[in-house]
Nanobody
Framework: QVQVVESGGGLVQAGGSLELSCTVS????????WGWFRQAPGKEREGISC????????QFADSVQGRFTISRDNAKNTLSLKMNNLKPEDAAMYYC??????????????????WGQGTQVTVSA
């Protein structure tokens, strides 16, 4: 059974930093691109970053480019997202999941169903 657990969210002031972690069990991350998604109340889910298995290719949403970095450790089956210079508009529930690179942005796999509970990021102005 695949289990995905996101952690590291919290309340931070604008301009601050947080680092999110994702631990996956029941499925090896190796060989699959994984990424981070977020969803704010009343908004659609947004793909914000994707990293391929070899950590060679990365993609970021324009909204976070230059402020967020993504990394992974296939041996530990973990994924991380370091978020710097956070803005109030970054506030959302953050999730990790397999991802696809595309010209229009980071996309989730349509057939993927094992979403975790997410971790909440709140940014005060």
């Amino acid at each position: 059974q695949v289990q995905v657990v996101e952690s590291g969210g919290g309340l931070v002031q604008a301009g601050g930093s947080l680092e999110l972690s994702c631990t996956v069990s029941g499925w090896t991350l190796e060989g699959v691109a994984w990424g981070w998604f977020r969803q704010a109340p009343g908004k659609e889910r947004e793909g914000i970053s994707c990293i391929n298995s070899a950590s060679i290719r990365r993609q970021f949403a324009d909204s976070v480019q230059g402020r967020f970095t993504i990394s992974r450790d296939n041996a530990k089956n973990t994924l991380s997202l370091k978020m710097n210079n956070l803005k109030p508009e970054d506030a959302a529930m953050y999730y990790c999941a397999p991802c696809m690179f595309s010209e229009t942005g980071v996309e989730a796999l349509s057939a993927y169903e094992n979403w975790g509970q997410g971790t909440q990021v709140t940014v005060s102005a």
